[in-house]
């Protein structure tokens, strides 16, 4: 069978660390494009190349896309700092984004998985059921560029031979991440008993191994040609119900107490910590419909992905 070959940008980021080998695995042929190729894992079907600076005024992507099937677009600034001005956002999340939809289209790709995110929706929190029908809501620089990034998808390729989709996957997991989720294993790691009990928030999560077999399916299946999918876990849970699931991978109790909500808010106000409380006790759910409509289905439920991501080495 001809080997499918595909471009990962941004491969030595989290996603990309765990997307590079889980392609390889399936067939593909993957350029594994990264600012330091030489620090990426080899491996049989897996081809290390440059990424060129995203900051860049002209970014020249047409070495890295040539003789390539197919692109997935992970490379860019991954999180929301207020200290990164938006100019810079939108240099790397959007103008790199076109530069590169430009570049595939040129060079024949046949489908290109722009890997957007939830916060082109919606701040760290939101009312209701989030769903691709709901309009924009970004509310900081990060999900502006995400934004702009997935309209310069549909409008450079829009009438080309290239078929595109763009996921907006909701805050990913699993060995080695960082931010939020890193920060809530510590607290999962500590053998004290915590007062998270009663906190209220409902969160959408997406396990690694959830996202990986998405951008798989999104790469074949026809139905979900030219659409903006929500990915998640099937089911969303409390963060009592993820600090529990990461103490099970421990072997452990759960060790959860309750205490009333207003005191600990207030503490986490004064503390200039208000925005990581709202997470805490705040929704964040959103519909898979859409993308299970187009025949993909979640490959493992996110208290056993919790419990397997505390198990790793790779904590």
Known sequence: MKSRRVLVTGASGFVGRHLVPYLAKNGFEVWAAARSPEELAAGPGIVPAKLPDLSDQVVDWSGLVKGCDFVVHLAGIAHADRDIPEARY??????ATGSLDVAARNAGVKRF?????????CGPVADGILSEADPPGPMDAYGRAKLAGEAAVSDALAGSDTDWVTLRPVLVYGPGV???MMQLSKLARLSLPLPLKTLRGRRSILSIENLESAILHCLSATAAGRKVLLVADETPLLVADIVASMRHGLGRQPGLFAVPNAPLASVARLAGKGEAWARLDG??????????????WPVIASREALAKMMQSDDP
Request: negative net charge; proline residues 0%; hydrophobic residues 40%.
């Open 113 to 121: 998985v722009y890997v957007s995110s939830v916060r082109e929706q």
């Open 283 to 296: 929704d964040l759910v959103v519909s898979t419909e859409a993308l299970r409509a187009t025949g993909w």
């Open 178 to 180: 960082k931010g939020n």
């Open 90 to 95: 939108q240099a790397v999340n959007c103008d």
